[in-house]
């Protein structure tokens, strides 16, 4: 899977998670301070990415580090590829 392509599936599920329009998110977007999420909205989103990704459960340390949708773009390409 290349990262374009599991950026667009991450705008999907932060659009969808976060009730936000696909196209106000960018590669750039912190979770805490551009999209709004609190500690509950990410721990739904890890599990909805944990989903379809099929990645099974991602290790609380792993995800201290993600605090941009690039973030976890990147991350996510590690796991995958």
Do not use: H, P, W, Y
Not at 22 to 32: L, N, P, V
Not at 47 to 70: P, R, Y
């Amino acid at each position: 899977m290349t990262m374009e392509a599991i950026f667009k599936t991450m705008q999907d599920l932060i659009a969808e998670q976060f009730a936000l329009d696909a196209d106000e998110i960018t590669m750039e977007s912190s979770f805490a301070d551009d999209l709004g999420a609190d500690s509950v909205d990410l721990v739904e989103l890890v599990m909805a990415m944990e989903e379809e990704f099929d990645i099974g459960e991602i290790d609380e340390e792993e995800l201290t580090g993600l605090k941009t949708v690039g973030d976890c773009v990147r991350f996510l390409n590690s796991k995958l590829n």
